[in-house]
């Protein structure tokens, strides 16, 4: 996660997104806001498909897991060397 916040524009296209679909979805529940939390879970989860954001993510993590990965060996085979 940290990596994908640090290599990436994700927290501006997030933010971005976000204010889109609020725009787009505007809250119109009670006023008491008592589906409030349903609302915030279907704007999570629209963004979460969002093409852009999937677009950024996919590309992200296809080329980070077999990065990590050869990190993660390297440690795990430098951890095992050592008596």
Known sequence: MQAL????NIR???????LRLRREFPYDGPQTGSDYQDYIGVIGRKMAADP??????DGFMAD???RFAKAWQERKTTRESKP
């Open 5 to 8: 916040h640090s290599e990436t």
């Open 52 to 57: 852009k954001i999937r677009a950024l993510a």
């Open 12 to 18: 501006e296209l997030m933010s971005e997104t976000t």
């Open 64 to 66: 980070a897991i077999p």
